[in-house]
């Protein structure tokens, strides 16, 4: 097997909470009165909640407290829990599922390198609360993509090296992450066009050619 371990991101890999973002963002921008598309949530993707809300920050007009930034972030993310509420099983595709089983009966490790606080609230949701041997997400990191924190991390408790991993993400700060961490990556949804990526993937189950050999 040429990876002995797979480290998923989760929004745009695994399932997709992008348009639960938008919709939280965009009520709170309209909220501040600041003008907010779904170009501009193209560039939240990958991206911490501070970060994000400061890209969103800038077509505003005025000035903000740390204390205030930290207020409407925490309103963003109230918005959101309530969106994702309504997730469930149904929010996993047979695709990406029997991927997942394909890969773990193959004997691959597998675990999460999301940036998200939320990580282990949706894997519980879409019924994979207990299911990767490893969840390294936005609670245990202190440096976000393109920083390889996240996937280091990930690495590290599924006792794997870098170079013993393939990194699955759909940010191109994502496979830049992968990339500066040392690991090899593979290129999903929005970052397809990211010409840094090993490999890219049409479908998750992709994956089931590249890694089971
Ligand atoms: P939260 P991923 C990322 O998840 C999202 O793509 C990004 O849009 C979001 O800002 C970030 O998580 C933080 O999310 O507010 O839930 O902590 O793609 O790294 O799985
Ligand atoms: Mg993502």
């Not at 399932?15 to 907010?36: E, N």
């Not at 779904?38 to 407290?65: A, K, P, W």
């Not at 994502?174 to 890219?200: H, L, Q, R, W």
């Amino acid at each position: 097997m040429l990876y002995k371990g797979i480290i998923f991101d989760l929004d745009g890999v695994i399932c997709h909470t992008d348009k639960y973002h938008y919709k939280a963002w965009k009520k709170l921008a309209d909220q501040i009165g600041v003008y907010f598309d779904r170009t501009i949530n193209n560039r939240l993707r990958g991206v911490s909640r501070m970060e994000s809300l400061e890209i969103i920050l800038e077509n505003y007009d005025g000035e903000l407290t740390d204390d205030e930034k930290k207020t409407l972030a925490e309103q963003k993310n109230n918005y959101y829990r309530e969106l994702l509420n309504n997730m469930s099983r149904a929010d996993l595709s047979d695709e990406v599922y029997d991927t997942l089983i394909a890969l773990r009966q193959a004997g691959c490790k597998l675990a999460i390198g999301s940036s998200s606080k939320n990580a282990g609230f949706i894997l519980k949701k879409i019924g994979l609360g207990e299911f990767f041997d490893a969840v390294s997400d936005g609670n245990n990191i202190s440096h976000s993509k393109p920083d390889p924190e996240v996937f280091l991390k990930a690495a590290e408790y599924i006792n794997l090296a870098p170079a013993e991993c393939l990194v699955v993400e759909d940010a191109e700060s994502g496979i830049e992450a992968a990339i500066n961490g040392g690991f090899d990556s593979a290129a999903i949804g929005d970052a397809v066009n990211c010409v840094k990526a090993m490999y890219t993937l049409r479908s998750i189950e992709d994956l089931k050619e590249i890694v089971i050999i």
